[in-house]
Structure formats: structure tokens, C-alpha cells
């Protein structure tokens, strides 16, 4: 125990010398994560040189390691990873959530088909079901659309089995218009190609090892014309005095309520790391464009990428779109 | 896009940060005859809204409209994603197409009319588009649209390029100011006259043509007292400065 002190000292930004508090008190603050990661050999927390790696927030991991640790940063907030949400954007989560669904219009209107169809929507790194909730509620209170479907994805069994609980009251379950799925973004070999109208990654996508491939699997398995949305944090802010502000915020604060309210500092710690690690919105929409997407707004004289999101709060998160050309 | 060893030899030499910069291809804010203009939209772009378009006269300027004619076009529901401004974009789909489409409408026959005859009939041409279209009876919704605050700056920029495009179509090569007074005032007239024409009901807009006419001719009344009050200006101002000269004062 003694050896993990310095460690757990340096993360709590508590200096070395000795205090009233007991060391073995800060233990209760420590995740279980991070006990777990602490029993693994040294070896393995850190790439070795022949190795292709990766970054895991701030820290540099095997390629191979990463899809690891998010399942273990996931596994960890997923009780309470709501709460969290709430506690860390003000609530504004659930602007940007309606707003992204709103914008996106899902659900086919009687009037614009003879038999309509339904869509199928595939809602990537949706275990808590939240974006899959509004989809539905959407479709079916706006467009007055009983067919339209969701499959929620998620590389977490722990978030999928948040979603199946919040999901088993609702009439969606009931009527089969949900589904669940436990898969890999970068891998979707349980979806068809061509067969989906709507792929949304809704504060997903940041987590994935390999972003260009996951990109590249939705191209795939969506129906020529069909939409891949993306809601995701900016690393930057438009405004450079709010950018300040809002880094102070997000690297003073959020790790702190992560420790009080989930008791898990580690993880939350990784949540803002993640986010100064994303590319900013016309890199990702870079990434959008060179997998084959047409983006929303986009002049066809520019060759620089111009378009193709919309700053959600000042561009502390943005809407990315593009549409597969038929 | 191709490069003259020239054109390179530039692009080379400027700073690594400004090149994306030349690179783009040429935008011009005027017209140019070397140049020629972009597409206005992408394939598919045009694909979805000229279908939508034949939706307007029945559905108006609405998502609904855009919905349809994206499934026209071989697209889904959906895709109508591909248009952040929704059903603004078929209001702009019509003022950019008829606006590039002026030129082939209308033929001046050599040095028989006047610039203020054919800016008239260029206009009237215009007006005449909206009705062709069978988007006439809907106009009032895309103004509507128009006016709204996210699409003023869309609109007015859109106005001023028509305006620039009669003026240039009639052959006004003039390069002072009154090259920014000719755009604006025109600009005025034809809003003008657009709003009237969608509450017009006489045959073939002769309304409207006397509407357009009357404008007209206070522009040319305004602009003579105008400049017969700012020619009157800068006598009297020219005989009060020699007045004073002629009394000693050093100016």
C-alpha cells in the first residue's frame, strides 16, 4: 500500500509530505479501476517500442490495450453515468441531445410515402439508450412514425445492460422497435451493408482506437443517401477567453465531481484528456469527407473543408454530418 | 485543378501557412470572362432540389417539398440532412438558378436600347421567372423565409448578386460611386416590385410593369435632384472659398 501512496498522492495533486489525513483514507477515493490497473504488470501500462500505439487520454497505450482500458472506464461510470452527465455539463447534455435529434428529423411522415417503411437507425456507442430514446420518441410524437427502429450498439456490456433496464418499461420495447447489439464500431460484421438509413455516435466516437476505420464502417453499412450524425466534444472553444474559462472547468472541476459524487477520479480524468486528444471540427470533418460522406453545406469549388458540423454552446461540443451519395 | 509552371513558381514561394490559400480555386466577387463560375451546387444536390422544386407549386417552400424530392431523386428520407437550412434552400435553389439563368432568358439586339431601358425589361424578365416557374402563388412563403433572421445575411447577399447581374447584363461599365448607388438602389426597386407582384392579380402583371415603371421614374427624378442639389452644393461651396481668399483668409 505504501508504494501506491506517492502515486495516489500525485493524482489527488496532494503534495508528498506528510498530513493529518491517513494515507489509507485516500483509498476511498481510489477507483476500483485503478486498483485493477495497478495489479497489472508494469509491461503492459506502457507501450512497448515495437508496438503501434496510441493515446488513452494524455498517457500513450498499445493500440491493442486501449479498447481495454475505455471498457474499464465505462464499466465503471455506467450506474451513474447519467447523474454524472447532469452534474458535469449543467444539464446542458440534454440541450444538445434534443437539438441533435430535432436536426436530424428522424422518422418518416405518412404524407411523403404511400407505405411507409420505417427507418432503421443504428445508434453506435448507445448503451445508456439516450439518444435511442429520443430518436423513438421523436419519430413517433413528430412524424407520427410506428415503423422506425433502433438498434443500440455498444462495445460495453455494462452501458447496453443500463439501456435494456431504462428500455424495459418503455412501449418501444414492447412493440420491437428496439434492439441491442454488443459490437465493436470498427467491426460491425452483425449489420449488413447497405441497410441502414441513420448511424449516430452520439459522445462515442472519441474513444475509438481507430476513428478512420469506424468512419469507414459506416459508410458501409449505410444505405447509399443514408446519414451518419455524429455528437461529439470540441477540443477548443471558438472564443479564446471562454476557452480559458471553459479548461479551467473542465480540468478543475469535472475530475473533482467525478471523485466526490462516482467516487472514481481516474476515469473522469480520462473524459477530459479524451476530449483535448479529439481533432477539431474541421479535421473531423476531414475525417468525414475522406470516407466517402458528403458534407451538409460544403461549396463544390472548395477543396479546404468549409462545412459540415454545427458549435453546439460556443463549440464546447459540435454536430458533425455527411451523407452517403447515392 | 492544373498549374502553369508559373502559377507554381508562386504558389512555392509564398509561406507553407498562406498556400491552401492559392490553391482554392478562383472565387470572383466580379464578373470575369477568363474565369469561368463554379456549379453552384454538387451533383447531388442539384439532383434533390431540382426535383423538389416541381413539389413547390403544390406543397410550397417545405421540408415536405425537400422530402419528396429527395426520394425523386433515388435518395431516402433522410438525406434531406444533406441541407442544414432545409426548406430556405429551395427559396435559394430558385434565386441562384434564375439568376444564372437571366443571361440565356433575354437577348439585346446591337447598340438599339438604352442601359435604363434594358435594366426595365431585365427585371421584368426576372419578375416574369417567378411566374414561369408556377412558384408565384407560393412567394409570399419563401419571403417569409427570407426575412427570417438566420437567412437575412443569405438574402441580401443573393439580392445584391442580382442586382450586380442586371447592371452588368445591361452593359453599365461605370466605375465610380454611383456603381454602389446603381446596385442599391435597384436592389430596393426589384424587392420592391417582388412583393408587389405576389399580391398581383392583373393579367400578365401589368400591374406590376406599371408598379416597376413609377419606381423607375422617381429613381431617375431622386437621382437628377440629387445631383443637380450636389452640383449647387459645390458652386456655392467653390464661391464661398473664394469669397473668403478675396477678404485675406489663408485657406
Given amino acids: 500500500m505504501t508504494s501506491l501512496a506517492p502515486r495516489a498522492a500525485k493524482r489527488l495533486r496532494l503534495s508528498n509530505t506528510p498530513r493529518s489525513v491517513c494515507t489509507d483514507c485516500r483509498r476511498t477515493f481510489a477507483s476500483s479501476v485503478r486498483a485493477q490497473q495497478q495489479q497489472q504488470p508494469a509491461s503492459s501500462q506502457h507501450a512497448r517500442q515495437d508496438e503501434k500505439t496510441t493515446h488513452f487520454g494524455f498517457d500513450t497505450v498499445a493500440e491493442n490495450l486501449k479498447a481495454s482500458r475505455v471498457a474499464a472506464v465505462f464499466s465503471s461510470v455506467a450506474s451513474n453515468y447519467d447523474t454524472m452527465n447532469d452534474l458535469m455539463s449543467l444539464g446542458i447534455h440534454r440541450l444538445w441531445k434534443d437539438h441533435f435529434v430535432r436536426s436530424l428529423n428522424p422518422g418518416i411522415r405518412p404524407t411523403t410515402s404511400a407505405q411507409p417503411q420505417g427507418q432503421r437507425i443504428l445508434d453506435i456507442a448507445g448503451g445508456t439508450g439516450d439518444i435511442a430514446f429520443r430518436m423513438l420518441d421523436h419519430a413517433t410524437n413528430i412524424n407520427r412514425d410506428t415503423q422506425t427502429s433502433v438498434i443500440v450498439s455498444d462495445i460495453n456490456p455494462e452501458m447496453l445492460g443500463e439501456g435494456r433496464k431504462r428500455f424495459s418499461t418503455s412501449p418501444y420495447q414492447a412493440a420491437g422497435r428496439v434492439s441491442f447489439m454488443e459490437a465493436n464500431a470498427e467491426q460491425l460484421d452483425q449489420v449488413e451493408s447497405n441497410s441502414i438509413d441513420l448511424y449516430t455516435v452520439a459522445f462515442g466516437i472519441r474513444n475509438f482506437t481507430h476513428k478512420q476505420k469506424a468512419l469507414e464502417e459506416a459508410f458501409r453499412v449505410l444505405k447509399p443517401g443514408g446519414v451518419f450524425a455524429c455528437l461529439e466534444f470540441a477540443p477548443n472553444l471558438n472564443n479564446p477567453v471562454m476557452n480559458a474559462v471553459y479548461k479551467r472547468w473542465s480540468f478543475g472541476a469535472i475530475p473533482l465531481i467525478g471523485q466526490i459524487v462516482a467516487a472514481d477520479r481516474d476515469s473522469y480524468q480520462y473524459l477530459v484528456e479524451s476530449i483535448e486528444k479529439f481533432p477539431s471540427q474541421q479535421e473531423f470533418a476531414g475525417m468525414i469527407r475522406d470516407a466517402g460522406f458528403l458534407l451538409p453545406g460544403q461549396r463544390p469549388e472548395d477543396e479546404v473543408v468549409k462545412a459540415g458540423w454545427e458549435d453546439l454552446t460556443m463549440g464546447i461540443a459540435a454536430i458533425h454530418k455527411g451523407v452517403k451519395p447515392a | ?251
Fill in chain 2, 1 to 251: 485543378m492544373s498549374l502553369t509552371p508559373m502559377a507554381l513558381r508562386s504558389v512555392l514561394r509564398t509561406p507553407t501557412g498562406l498556400r491552401p490559400l492559392l490553391l482554392q480555386a478562383p472565387r470572383a466577387l466580379y464578373h470575369s470572362y477568363e474565369h469561368a463560375q463554379p456549379p453552384p451546387y454538387r451533383e447531388a444536390e442539384s439532383a434533390i432540389l431540382s426535383s423538389a422544386f416541381t413539389y413547390v407549386p403544390t406543397h410550397g417552400f417545405t421540408q415536405e417539398a425537400l422530402t419528396l424530392g429527395a426520394k425523386d431523386a433515388g435518395y431516402l428520407d433522410i438525406s434531406t440532412n444533406l441541407f442544414p437550412k432545409g426548406a430556405f434552400e429551395l427559396v435559394k435553389y430558385h434565386l441562384t438558378t434564375q439568376r444564372l439563368g437571366l443571361k440565356d432568358r433575354i437577348q439585346f439586339p446591337d447598340g438599339q436600347m438604352g442601359v435604363g431601358r434594358k435594366v426595365r425589361s431585365l427585371v421584368l424578365e426576372r419578375l416574369r421567372a417567378n411566374a414561369d416557374t408556377g412558384v408565384i402563388n407560393r412567394w409570399q412563403e419563401a419571403l417569409a423565409l427570407m426575412s427570417l433572421a438566420e437567412n437575412i445575411p443569405a438574402s441580401l447577399r443573393e439580392l445584391s448578386a442580382l442586382s450586380d447581374e442586371i447592371w452588368f447584363l445591361s452593359g453599365d461599365i461605370s466605375v465610380d460611386t454611383s456603381w454602389y448607388t446603381k446596385r442599391a438602389s435597384l436592389s430596393a426597386i426589384y424587392a420592391a416590385t417582388e412583393v408587389y407582384q405576389t399580391t398581383d392579380k392583373s393579367t400578365d402583371f401589368k400591374d406590376t410593369e406599371q408598379f416597376l415603371d413609377r419606381r423607375l421614374e422617381e429613381l431617375r427624378v431622386m437621382g437628377g435632384a440629387v445631383g443637380n442639389t450636389l452640383e449647387w452644393v459645390g458652386f456655392q461651396g467653390g464661391a464661398l472659398v473664394n469669397l473668403l481668399r478675396s477678404k485675406g483668409v489663408r485657406i
